[in-house]
């Protein structure tokens, strides 16, 4: 395909997850970024079952899915598309599906021989026994829904006591939660762009004003700091970026990928997490450190395009 081609590209952007102002956010500014590389864009909020008719009538060569945490970046969205036909920018509906998961993508780290926290998995009818939970994991946890994004629902629990209350929030998102070893450490993400060649970015490093990332660091400017690289040794760097890579291999993701991990005082990187659709903004962890290789947002964009056309 003619890099210059111009295409029309649907992006799909707000949803009913918790997370549909970031994904607005996200899809306002990449259809942004494709229009000024001369693509017809045509903007679509999936909030409403009535976007798949629309998205049918504009008959698009490609689909931008901006849509982070469920139906959207959870496989679903990606099976639709599938079914309809279309290209679509980022990994598949099994890959998508197990990302979303953190229990399930735990499984498949592990598989891998990448270090994840331990944790303990808990259904909404588990009997929780605390102390079980605090000889397992140490006194200092957190706790997560399984499929969410963004930190909704993420506590730190500092000390056993507090544990019923973080519990019951996650719960208040997912039938299917997590407790994790608290890992203190250097908070450190790496972005993956490509299908089978894949482009490992630089390390960025992450500094909340708050405790933790959580949602206001997110996306309250001012609220976190990214340093490129991130200061940890050269050889944890490394050790972020392959980490990164096999996640992303093993999930079978495809077109981009983000790995959240931790470097702790020995300099061992703990894999949190792969997001499959992470933030799009301009100023949003992955353009970032895309844009410290001299890949602008505008670019960066236009290379995911051509990924979901690869081979088709
Ligand atoms: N095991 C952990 N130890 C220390 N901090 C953690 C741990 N798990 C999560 N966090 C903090 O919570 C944030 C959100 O957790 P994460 O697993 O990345 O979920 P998500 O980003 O999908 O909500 C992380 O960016 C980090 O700041
Ligand atoms: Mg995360």
Request: charged share 25%.
């Given at each position: 395909m003619n890099s210059q081609e111009r295409l029309t590209v649907a992006v799909l952007m707000g949803g009913k997850s918790g997370e549909r102002e970031v994904s607005l956010n996200t899809g306002g500014q990449v259809a942004q970024a494709l229009a000024a590389m001369g693509h017809e864009v045509v903007p679509i909020d999936t909030r409403e079952n009535s976007f798949i008719g629309q998205l049918v009538d504009a008959a698009p060569d490609v689909a931008f899915i901006c849509l982070h945490g469920r139906l959207g970046e959870d496989g679903t969205v990606q099976g639709l598309l599938e079914l309809l036909g279309m290209a679509y920018v980022g990994s598949g509906v099994l890959a998508s599906a197990l990302a979303m998961d953190k229990v399930m993508s735990k499984h498949f780290f592990a598989h891998a021989g990448l270090p994840t926290p331990d944790y303990v998995h808990l259904r909404a009818d588990d009997r929780i026994d605390i102390g079980t939970i605090t000889a397992a994991l140490g006194e200092k946890t957190v706790v997560k829904p399984a499929n969410e994004g963004s930190a909704l629902g993420v506590t730190i629990a500092h000390e056993p006591s507090e544990l019923d209350a973080a519990i019951a929030e996650a719960f208040r998102f997912d039938d299917d939660i997590l407790i994790e070893r608290f890992i203190a450490g250097v908070e450190v993400t790496v972005g993956v762009i490509g299908n089978d060649e894949l482009t490992v970015l630089p390390t960025l490093e992450i500094v909340p004003e708050h405790e933790f990332y959580d949602y206001e660091s997110k996306y309250v400017p001012g609220m976190s700091r990214h340093i490129i690289?991130?200061?940890?040794s050269a050889e944890a760097a490394a050790e972020c970026q392959r980490v990164a890579v096999e996640a992303h291999r093993t999930l079978g993701c495809r077109g981009m990928s983000r790995a959240d991990t931790i470097v702790d005082d020995e300099g061992t990187v703990w894999l949190l997490e792969t997001n499959t659709i992470p933030g799009m903004t301009t100023t949003s962890l992955l353009p970032d450190a895309a844009r410290a290789t001299g890949i602008e947002f505008s670019e960066l964009c236009e290379r995911l395009v051509r990924h979901a056309l690869e081979g088709r």
């Open positions: 690289p991130a200061r940890v």
